[in-house]
């Protein structure tokens, strides 16, 4: 693997000795034990079967579990049929659980919901009434484009009941990164907010969705019937009569009855956009029956969840896959009674979050690195005003966590007795991958360790082979998952191409990893040109895309450059067009670009730096060295410069870099 990556983290990784058994307190009452590794491994497909059969209520049952014969397209479960809505909402009030609360909703300015299971089938069952009234069926794609509400998971789940696949934008995406995906996806109705609260607030979300609509010169016309708008915070939008529709007002007059449309388990449940290595985002496409089963499955094992009495939080948005599985999908599956916060940490003060805990008394939390390293540099007395007794379980995901958060989260948060769960999955792995199981495993602080039983994951070199213990590679799975994404939307050859064709006939995830002498894994961050900020994908093609997208711009590099809280930050170097190269600010430059790349992508694809340079490190086939980039965005000697087409380029940037701009 590069390097440059492997440098990255490896030093105090490989020094991490720490592990942390399960108490027998804890392992007394776990869901999971030992015996699901072995179960697994006698007969992976059985396994997954017998989970698909007890997790998953089924209107059809299925008599094939797995069939790769169109490899690398799976089909799980094929010939049996369900619905998504029904086996995450109305099978619970069947069982006589309607009265169980399914989802405290806390705003950022305060106001609260308590909306129970039965609360919430009628809410699901009028939305997909109501959707089904615009119009929209089986097949049809639906944007929602919203903050964190109860009306967003609502919704979601009404698509499901209808067999439309979603595909949720996160609300932090611009005009026009929302206008390429609802493209991308045709899709014929888009779900949206007024707007939403965000550090103490009104911010507008319909703005963008008008803009990502509207007629363009020389562009198609847009695929959008009708928007459906949730009034949140009351600010005025403009109106489009017979497009637009109040929630409220299509929501309220819909019938309360909705028989759920039964669809066979292939059939699309999602499509979500991320990240890839180029500038145009992937639309990873996710099916029914194995995507719930996969995530049932890891919910209730990883963060060991007891519907009757956990409170579980996900911090995560439903903008991202995380809020997908495990807000809406994994929690509701599986019954569980969970907070959903629509605000900032900060807002209106550092200890929101531990305040929320207490107040709902949360048990489980899970939330992502970056997020724990930004209450470490808050200080620890901020949760430590607060009642954290609850919390008995701990969840990390999106970026590897460094082992000093580990201790933190553990200590400071857990204190000291709650299991620390890492769990390394992806939007395309669609749930859980590789985590340490609570009450059975060891938890060392650092590693993901180990594949949850049914996933066979390794970690492999160059040729593909399996490195021993102590060594290190990229990371691959080597069997067929459940959740794994069925494709990229529109672009099988892309599918193919992106993850099956580094390595054959495994799934190359894009990232380093490395084996401890236990055979633990240690993830080591993306070897592509994905980066890793505040949890958060994003691709450095993107970004460059954007900033020479401006006129000042002639050229653009950027690279992840290590950040103490963020994991990484973006950094740019850029080449000023003549024109405007002569007497720049570097301080001007760079506010005029933040702001053009915030509008073209989104706020949180703004470079923390922009650095302006005469030229930039190329090899002699053209390709931009990134590494060096890193080296300098870094602060650190510049490596090795010999593959450059040009070896002064670096003393130039260097140089350039020392004189005050
Ligand atoms: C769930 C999610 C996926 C990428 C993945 C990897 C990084 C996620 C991690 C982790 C180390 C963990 N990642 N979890 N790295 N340890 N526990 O984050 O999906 O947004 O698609 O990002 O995130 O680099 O490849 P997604």
């Not at 109040?246 to 990240?275: G, N, Q």
């Not at 145009?280 to 996969?294: A, R, V």
């Not at 990371?475 to 993850?499: Q, S």
């Not at 050229?555 to 024109?579: K, M, P, W």
Request: hydrophobic letters at 40%; aromatic letters at 8%.
């Amino acid at each position: 693997m590069p390097e440059d990556k492997q440098s990255q983290g490896l030093e105090n990784l490989l020094h991490e000795k720490r592990a942390f058994p399960p108490s027998p307190e804890f392992a007394a009452q776990a869901n999971a034990s030992a015996d699901l590794y072995d179960t697994a491994a006698t007969d992976r497909v059985a396994f997954w079967a017998d989970q698909a059969r007890e997790l998953v209520t089924w209107k059809t049952p299925f008599t094939e579990t797995l069939d790769w014969s169109g490899a690398p397209v799976a089909r799980w479960f094929a010939d049996g049929t369900l619905n998504a809505a029904y086996n995450a909402v109305d099978r619970h009030v069947a069982a006589g659980h309607g009265d169980r609360v399914a989802i405290h909703f806390e705003g950022e300015p305060g106001d609260t919901r308590t909306i129970t299971y039965s609360d919430l089938l009628r809410e699901v069952s009028r939305a997909a009434n109501a959707l089904a009234a615009l119009g929209v069926e089986a097949g049809d794609r639906v944007v929602i484009y919203m903050p964190l509400l109860v009306e967003s998971v609502v919704a979601m789940l009404a698509c499901a009941r209808i067999g439309a696949p979603h595909s949720v934008v996160f609300g932090g995406f611009s005009a026009d990164a929302l206008r390429s995906r609802i493209a991308d996806a045709d899709a014929k109705v888009v779900i949206t907010a007024d707007g939403g609260y965000r550090k103490g607030a009104a911010s507008a979300l319909k703005p963008a969705v008008d803009e990502a609509i509207a007629e363009r010169e020389g562009q198609p016309a847009t695929s959008v019937e009708h928007v459906l708008v949730v009034r949140r915070t009351g600010q005025d939008v403009d109106w489009a009569e017979g497009r637009d529709v109040w929630w409220h007002e299509a929501v309220e007059v819909a019938d309360v009855e909705h028989t759920p449309v039964w669809v066979e388990a292939e059939h699309p449940l999602f499509i979500l956009y991320t990240s890839g290595t180029t500038g145009k985002p992937k639309g990873i496409l996710h099916t029914t029956g194995g995507y719930l089963t996969q995530a049932a499955y890891t919910h209730l094992n990883v963060f060991d969840l007891k519907p009757e009495t956990d409170v579980y939080w996900c911090t995560a948005d439903i903008g991202w896959v995380t809020g997908h599985t495990y807000v809406t999908y994994g929690p509701l599956l599986n019954g569980a009674t969970q907070v959903i916060y629509e605000g900032t940490p900060d807002t209106p003060h550092k200890g929101r979050w531990w305040e929320i805990v207490e107040k709902y008394k949360v048990s489980i939390l899970y939330t992502a690195p970056t997020a724990i390293r930004t209450c470490m540099k808050w200080g620890q007395e901020i949760p430590g005003g607060f009642d954290l007794s609850s919390l008995r379980l701990l969840g990390s995901v999106g970026e590897p966590i460094n082992p000093e958060a580990w201790m933190w989260y553990r200590r400071v948060i857990g204190g000291d007795t709650a299991p620390v769960v890492d769990t390394w999955w992806q939007t395309e792995t669609g749930a859980i991958m590789i985590s340490p199981l609570p009450g059975v495993t060891a938890a060392k602080p650092g590693s993901a360790q180990t594949p949850l039983p049914g996933i066979a994951a390794d970690v492999v070199d160059d040729e593909a082979r399996p490195v021993p213990d102590g060594g290190g590679g990229y990371l691959v799975v080597t069997e067929p998952w459940p959740a794994m994404l069925r494709g990229i939307w529109g672009d099988l050859d892309r599918f193919k191409d992106t993850y099956w064709s580094r390595f054959r006939d495994v799934y190359f995830a894009g990232d380093g990893a490395k084996k401890d002498e236990d055979g633990d894994i240690w993830l080591l961050g993306r070897v592509d040109d994905v980066m890793n900020v505040s949890g958060h994908r994003l691709s450095t093609t993107e970004i460059e895309s954007a900033l020479v997208s401006h006129p000042m711009v002639a050229e653009a590099a950027v690279v992840g450059a290590t950040d103490e809280t963020t994991g990484q930050a973006v950094v740019a170097f850029v080449i000023l067009r003549s024109e405007f190269a002569e007497g720049a600010v570097q301080d001007e430059v760079q506010e005029t670009l933040r702001t053009h790349v915030s509008k073209e992508i989104g706020p949180i694809a703004k470079p923390r730096t922009i650095l302006v340079v005469p030229e930039l490190p190329k090899t002699r086939s053209g390709k931009i060295m990134r590494r060096l980039l890193r080296d300098v965005a870094e602060n650190r000697a510049v490596g090795d410069a010999t593959t450059l087409a040009d070896s002064s380029v670096m003393t130039l940037i260097a140089s350039g870099l020392a004189k005050p701009a």
